[in-house]
């Protein structure tokens, strides 16, 4: 069995690495961050020109047509890198659904101007795994020509600067569906909501009285429960491509420093301690890269895969707490220093291990999969 990459795929991470090694350097994000800044726009338009943007979308909305697997090795260079772009709520949460369940008109009208760079999307979706609570938040009232939604959604992943969000709601009737909504909506209020110290990326978004068209409904009235099953399973695969992309750029750069610093004349790596906790790290992030290519590999394949893809996102929780906190304890008191390097992938790694769900809710979920596979003869993860 062949499990090395295609020439295209190769070709993509190549590109990719090129793109966010050029603008995401220690020099630049440092001085981004001194100026106050949270995106790159100019890193942003690059990525729609050579259309890494529209990756997984078809060639006449200006995509490229690839697939699950091209996405996941552009998200880990952007991981590698920490470019500070809305890469992943732009594609996984705003792109792939409306590709998957909107129309052709919604697929012109939204994902061509998403691919040159025009439009920003995301999805209200930072509570996923708790689905009551979701929809609980946006009440949809029935209208002739559409709906009008009242309520309040919370940390929307880059919500702070989308053009078009998609929002479960709750029916009259009690139907669930998923809708698209424009931010300069008359009744939109939006406000930034500080992530730690990676700025103001999430908004909490208030809906008063906001009508929405019909043609804004994402696939059919009353599917929102199958669209949210089907965004969280891919949203988590895009975490994980991210976190393995952190946390291996961050063992590498502790490797090269302790075998760089020296105490008591020697280099710190030749400590045992030392070279037995990045022993530890290596061994994590073949864990949380294993499980992720498998979910992934099912996924792409059209094989159940969810308690592959809750596996995979436990261990890119859990394993790169464990990596990322070697990494800046290694460094010692320059580890803390919020401007040095290696802060920076300490501060992705926590964010995206309690995005949509941390270590404990992963594994509640996997052992409810569990337990249900069980109650009709378990077999266990295929593998």
């Not at 100026?35 to 990756?55: D, K, P, V």
């Not at 060639?59 to 047509?65: L, P, T």
């Not at 919604?106 to 994902?111: D, E």
């Amino acid at each position: 069995m062949n499990f090395e990459f295609s020439d295209e795929q190769k070709a993509i991470r190549e590109l990719a690495a090129q793109i966010f090694a050029d603008a995401s350097n220690d020099e630049s994000l440092l001085a981004m961050a001194r100026r106050g800044e949270i995106y790159n726009e100019e890193l942003w338009q690059t990525l729609s020109e050579q259309g890494l943007l529209a990756i997984c979308l078809p060639e006449e909305y200006g995509g490229i047509d690839l697939g699950l697997t091209e996405m996941c090795l552009l998200l880990e260079e952007q991981g590698r890198h920490v470019a500070p772009v809305p890469l992943f709520a732009n594609l996984v949460l705003g792109a792939l659904p409306i590709l998957q369940y909107g129309s052709a008109e919604q697929h012109q009208r939204w994902l061509a101007p998403y691919a040159a760079g025009q439009l920003k999307l995301t999805a209200a979706i930072a509570e996923l795994g708790m689905h009551e609570a979701i929809y609980s938040a946006v009440q949809a009232l029935e209208e002739a020509d559409g709906w009008t939604l009242s309520g309040t959604v919370s940390m929307v992943p880059d919500g702070a600067i989308a053009d078009l969000v998609l929002v479960p709601v709750t029916h009259e009737d009690g139907g669930r569906s998923v809708v698209a909504v424009s931010t300069t909506a008359e009744g939109v209020n939006i406000s930034g909501q500080e992530v730690g110290l990676l700025g103001e990326k999430a908004a909490q978004i208030r809906f008063g009285d906001v009508h929405v068209a019909q043609d804004s409904l994402i696939g059919q009235r009353g599917q929102g429960e199958d669209i949210l099953v089907w965004l969280e399973e891919r949203a988590n695969l895009g975490h994980c491509a991210q976190q393995v992309g952190v946390s291996e750029e961050a063992m590498k750069r502790t490797a090269t420093y302790i075998s760089e610093r020296e105490q008591f004349g020697v280099p710190l790596g030749s400590f045992q301690a030392l070279a037995m906790r990045m022993a530890d790290s290596f061994i994590d992030i073949e864990a949380m890269r294993s499980t992720y290519w498998l979910a992934l590999w099912r996924l792409d394949s059209g094989i159940e895969s969810a308690a592959e893809i809750r596996t995979a996102k436990w261990w890119a929780c859990d394993g790169a707490h464990r990596v990322v906190q070697t990494a800046q304890h290694l460094h010692g008191g320059m580890g803390a220093d919020v401007e040095y390097p290696i802060h920076r992938f300490f501060l992705w790694a926590k964010q995206i291990s309690y995005s949509l769900g941390n270590a404990s809710l992963q594994l509640e979920k996997l052992g409810a999969l569990l337990a249900a596979d069980d109650s009709q003869g378990f077999k266990g993860l295929e593998v």
